[in-house]
């Protein structure tokens, strides 16, 4: 049973910062990529940042980079999102995800229900 549960969401102020956490089970977690992707009222879900099994490689779309951090502990099976310098366009829900290898022939994209973080003063 492939589980991913985030936490650490919150109301914090513009400038202010939160860290996120999402902690994995059910499945061979220090293999694989993880992502975090977040979706505003009325906007798309998007990808906010990757970090792949080592934790040494990361990505970040411009909306976010400079003020977002991936990190891993594989040790934990935990994936973090530290959030620094936070604006209001920022709120939404922030979702852990991860693509698996289901086998060499296959993969499926697994996500947590979300927390919700609300950037405002």
């Known amino acids: 049973q492939v589980q991913l549960v985030e936490s650490g969401g919150g109301l914090v102020q513009p400038g202010g910062s939160l860290r996120l956490s999402c902690a994995a089970s059910g499945f061979t977690f220090s293999i694989y990529p993880m992502s975090w992707y977040r979706q505003a009222p009325g906007k798309e879900r998007e990808l906010v940042a990757r970090i792949d099994s080592i934790g040494g490689g990361t990505n970040y779309p411009d909306s976010v980079k400079g003020r977002f951090t991936i990190s891993r502990d594989n040790a934990k099976n935990t994936v973090y999102l530290q959030m620094n310098s936070l604006k209001p366009e920022d709120t939404a829900v922030y979702y852990c995800?991860?693509?698996?290898?289901?086998?060499?022939?296959?993969?499926?994209?697994?996500w947590g229900k979300g927390t919700l973080v609300t950037v405002s003063s």
């Open positions: 995800n991860t693509r698996l290898s289901r086998s060499i022939w296959s993969s499926m994209d697994y």
